[in-house]
T-cell receptor, first 113, second 114 residues
């Protein structure tokens, strides 16, 4: 079946621009996660949804970062007024109910110039 | 705060060799540990998930073990192949109970030479 998909796969933004990154989880998966992965590092947690409820946003680095999942399926991660330090790969993962196994998408590589 | 360390950071081996990747974590109150593979420019592929009640899991040439009391896990790869070349990441839940998010190590970059 279809896995987690993310779009765009690559995004170049000029400093100060707003960007929106999309995640389509596996159909029926209750939980959705966003992670940020800097070059040469492991992914770091940003935020977590259970259905449409954002249960944990403790990893969002600043108030420029905002995530939503209004209908409990597709999620969007928005970054306002991008800065160079926002350059990273943004990974989305989903997992079904009563399972801790997370399934990852291919990521969106964001480059802020 | 949960911290995950993976050693070595990089490993280069000839094809056919058996190898072990190591992962350690600071808070042993975990309920599972997951090993992932990441190919360059790609997302993460789940390899094995070990529940806290298990000591090991096997999938094909891969075997992962978990020793919660010592805060360690190993990933054993038998008869390595060039196609195994990738970065291997381990991940555990954070120290706070009840959270489903994962804390990752920095990974071990494996190169298997033909």
């Amino acid at each position: 079946g279809a896995g987690v998909s993310q779009s765009p796969r690559y995004k170049v933004a000029k400093r100060g621009q707003d960007v929106a990154l999309r995640c389509d989880p596996i159909s029926g998966h209750v939980s959705l996660f966003w992670y940020q992965q800097a070059l040469g590092q492991g992914p770091e947690f940003l935020t977590y949804f259970q259905n449409e409820a954002q249960l944990d946003k403790s990893g969002l680095p600043s108030d420029r970062f905002f995530a939503e999942r209004p209908e409990g399926s597709v999620s969007t991660l928005k970054i306002q007024r991008t800065q160079q330090e926002d350059s990273a790969v943004y990974l989305c993962a989903s997992s079904p109910a009563e399972s801790y196994e997370q399934y990852f998408g291919p990521g969106t590589r964001l480059t802020v110039t | 705060k949960q911290e995950v360390t993976q050693i070595p950071a990089a490993l280069s081996v000839p094809e056919g060799e058996n190898l072990v990747l190591n992962c350690s974590f600071t808070d042993s109150a975990i309920y599972n540990l997951q090993w992932f593979r990441q190919d360059p420019g790609k997302g993460l592929t789940s390899l094995l998930l070990i529940q806290s009640s298990q000591r090991e899991q096997t999938s094909g040439r891969l075997n992962a073990s978990l020793d919660k009391s010592s805060g360690r896990s190993t990933l054993y790869i038998a008869a390595s192949q060039p196609g195994d070349s990738a970065t291997y990441l381990c991940a555990v839940p954070p120290s706070q109970g009840g959270s489903e998010k994962l804390v990752f190590g920095k990974g071990t970059k494996l190169t298997v030479n033909p």
